[in-house]
């Protein structure tokens, strides 16, 4: 089982920076692949970012590479992700989620809003 709590959302107006984090409960988080999803007002969830369980590896959207960044922290159980020249177009809810390899993700945090303003 693992648990996850978004925090670090907020109102930023379009240029700004915000870091996200996402704390995760659980003794085995070394073991997950994180991502970073989010979600806009009558839009579906989109994929923003993904680090592997060692964190060696990442992948982030192409709406967003050059900008945001994901990183992770295993001794202190939380994945972060840091965005850059933030856009009106990335106001949504983000959230993070886990999974094991060869699984879907299981775990998801309740979300963290972010609004971007012109």
């Known amino acids: 089982q693992l648990q996850l709590v978004e925090s670090g959302g907020g109102l930023v107006q379009s240029g700004g920076s915000l870091r996200l984090s996402c704390a995760a409960s659980?003794?085995?988080?070394?073991?997950?692949?994180m991502a970073w999803f989010r979600q806009a007002p009558g839009k579906e969830r989109e994929f923003v970012a993904m680090?592997?369980?060692?964190?060696?590896?990442?992948n982030v959207a192409d709406s967003v590479k050059g900008r945001f960044t994901i990183s992770r922290d295993n001794a202190k159980n939380t994945v972060y992700l840091q965005m850059n020249n933030l856009k009106p177009e990335d106001t949504a809810v983000y959230y993070c989620?886990?999974?094991?390899?060869?699984?879907?993700?299981?775990?998801r945090g309740p979300g963290t809003q972010v609004t971007v303003s012109s």
């Open positions: 680090s592997a369980s060692t964190g060696e590896h990442t």
């Open positions: 659980g003794r085995t988080f070394s073991t997950y692949i």
């Open positions: 989620a886990a999974r094991q390899k060869n699984r879907g993700y299981d775990y």
